[in-house]
């Protein structure tokens, strides 16, 4: 390993990928998810940290496995066109669509809409994302070091109430765990599992990938094998550190439900445990913090997308696509938090089992030698799958198409109807390219010659 990479770096790199993942946004799914979960709160939250954890840090790894620049070319390997439809899709999932007008939704729940009454919630709403946005959109168009201090000084902070929050959370519970509800009380892992991809992590790895491959080869690092070697170590302090958090959020989640009751999201069990716990003076605290974040996250949101769909369309300038992005994003917001999780969940139940597909092609492509109809078969009909799972999460449930996959796709009936597919499409596309090379080896090596 290059001298320059000291173990004190690969600690910074390993506490940058937690501050990447664990957003101010991420603190409202462990909660309610235990919340759902009851008694089979440790079932759902292994689920959970499956895909809110272990699949983000492995789409990192298979990001730098890649060698790549940024996600276009990865995804361009499946096909060109492919390179910018994903790639748009997953810049409009993390930014306008959800991730960004959930910052303003979040820090609303948190810090604002305990101290209104619920007719007075739309307007109060509305104000406060208003002037929400407002500020990341003046942020993002005039950058600016308050970001960075902020960032810097406030994540720890947060870090520290929040871990104060969830020690006392254990010490002294707030009652005994109650019954699982509707959708927890069997296929628990699986509900688990669906319900990390609420995170957005594993779509936002791609992208975070870049950020650290770039701080790690600022300090001199070039072959393929050091960087995965930092990587795994870094990604290892993460993993730790997230599974650790995200599970103590579960059991205080679970834990609240006896005198709290089953609340509408994350954010206002978050906000309801504090007040119990602290008071109002603690609920004032913890809604500042969660602003400030959700402030920071937004900004470096709009800033990514505006610069992606800037390169896309380099006739429209990168304020204008600011301003838009961030008037998009408030009106969003204004759906409410528990309307826009509903919303975004079967839109990420279709996107989100081909972005684990391309992870674990990404890992095997030395294996096929990069053969595009490898990465098309497989992907084709992994999609194909998960678009009706998508569908049946939006209630738009079509009985034939899913009879006839219950009866025949393994795991269907627990959402991961698309995995054998996927496989099967994959070797598919292995063996219609050893079939073409047979029957026309001339023509094939100069298709690969192009």
């Not at 895909?51 to 789409?59: D, H, N, S």
């Not at 890649?66 to 996600?71: C, D, E, T």
């Not at 204008?320 to 999780?341: C, D, E, P, R, Y």
């Not at 269907?412 to 994959?426: E, H, R, T």
């Amino acid at each position: 390993m290059s001298k320059s990479v000291s173990s004190s770096f690969i600690i910074i790199i390993g506490s940058m990928l937690f501050a990447l993942f664990f957003g101010a946004g991420n603190l409202i799914f462990p909660p309610m998810l235990g919340q759902m979960a009851g008694k089979n709160v440790w079932i759902a939250n292994a689920g959970f940290l499956v895909t809110g954890v272990g699949l983000p840090l492995l789409a990192v790894t298979a990001f730098v496995f890649s060698g790549k620049s940024n996600l276009q070319s990865l995804a361009s390997r499946v096909h060109p066109i492919f390179g910018i439809v994903f790639t748009t899709i997953l810049y409009l999932a993390i930014g306008p669509f959800f991730a960004i007008p959930r910052t303003g939704s979040v820090s609303f729940e948190v810090g604002v809409k305990p101290f209104f009454s619920n007719d007075a919630e739309p307007v109060a709403l509305f104000v406060f994302t208003v002037l929400f946005f407002t500020v990341a959109c003046l942020l993002s168009l005039n950058p600016t070091r308050i970001i960075d201090v902020i960032g810097k000084f406030l994540t720890p902070i947060k870090l520290t109430f929040i871990g104060i929050l969830v020690v006392v959370a254990l010490i002294h519970p707030i009652g005994k765990f109650q019954e699982p509800a509707e959708g927890y009380t069997s296929h628990v892992f699986f509900k688990g599992f669906q319900e990390g991809y609420l995170t957005l992590d594993a779509l936002g790895a791609f992208i975070f990938g870049i950020i650290i491959v770039n701080a790690i080869k600022e300090r001199g690092v070039t072959t393929k094998k050091e960087l995965m070697t930092i990587c795994a170590k870094a990604i290892t302090i993460a993993v730790i550190l997230l599974a650790f958090i995200y599970t103590s959020l579960s059991y205080m989640g679970a834990s609240s439900v006896e005198k709290l009751g089953i609340l509408g999201n994350g954010a206002e069990v978050l906000a309801k445990v504090s007040f119990y716990y602290f008071g109002s003076y603690g609920s004032i605290l913890l809604g500042f913090m969660i602003t400030v974040a959700c402030l920071t996250t937004s900004v470096g949101l709009i800033t990514s997308c505006s610069s992606f769909f800037h390169g896309l369309f380099p006739n429209i300038s990168y304020k204008k696509i600011a301003v838009m992005l961030s008037v998009f994003s408030t009106l969003v917001a204004n759906i409410g938090l528990t309307q826009l999780i509903k919303v975004s969940t079967p839109v990420l139940i279709a996107i989100y089992p081909i972005a684990i597909s391309l992870i674990f092609l990404t890992f095997l492509h030395p294996v096929f030698k990069g053969k595009s109809e490898v990465y098309q078969g497989s992907l084709i009909l992994t999609f194909i799958i998960s678009l009706f799972d998508g569908l049946n999460a939006a209630g738009i449930k079509i009985k034939v198409i899913n009879s006839i996959f219950a009866k025949f796709l393994p795991l269907y009936d627990v959402g991961l109807g698309w995995l054998i597919p996927s496989i099967l499409g994959g070797i598919g596309g292995y063996i219609f390219i050893m079939l073409r090379k047979k029957n026309s080896p001339d023509t094939y090596k100069a298709q690969l010659n192009k």
